[in-house]
């Protein structure tokens, strides 16, 4: 399985970016999530999205400003992200896995290898 992401970038704050991540998998029946990192800080849980029904969830310092979503059809998943702050910045991760859903690293089996958003 191969996680690929891509779109980040450098923006001010108050910015948007959209990130992509194509899988190599059908992820029809798989949770898929967006994980980040910053220098110095652990990797956390930034939205995930169900197997099925898409049920989404979001961090608190992340919800209202960032959107999961998914295209099945495409195996491909998405990450919309407004109102950028400095604190945004890091390196994003996708993950997925076949279990159920869960909220921490070690739930998830299949990593990307990251796309760095650097907000200033």
């Known amino acids: 399985v191969q996680l690929v992401e891509s779109g980040g970038g450098s923006v001010q704050a108050g910015g948007s970016l959209r990130l992509s991540c194509a899988a190599s998998m059908d992820t029809r029946g798989a949770c898929m999530a967006w994980f980040r990192q910053a220098p110095g800080k652990e990797r956390e849980g930034v939205s995930t999205?169900?197997?099925?029904?898409?049920?989404?969830y979001y961090a608190d310092s992340v919800r209202g400003r960032f959107t999961i979503s998914r295209d099945k059809a495409k195996n491909t998943l998405y990450l919309q992200m407004i109102s950028l702050k400095p604190e945004d910045t890091a390196m994003y991760y996708c993950?997925?896995?076949?279990?159920?859903?869960?909220?921490?690293?070690?739930?998830?089996?299949?990593w990307g290898q990251g796309t760095q958003v650097t907000v200033s």
């Open positions: 999205i169900e197997r099925r029904g898409g049920t989404a």
């Open positions: 993950a997925t896995t076949r279990r159920r859903c869960g909220l921490g690293a070690s739930d998830f089996d299949y």
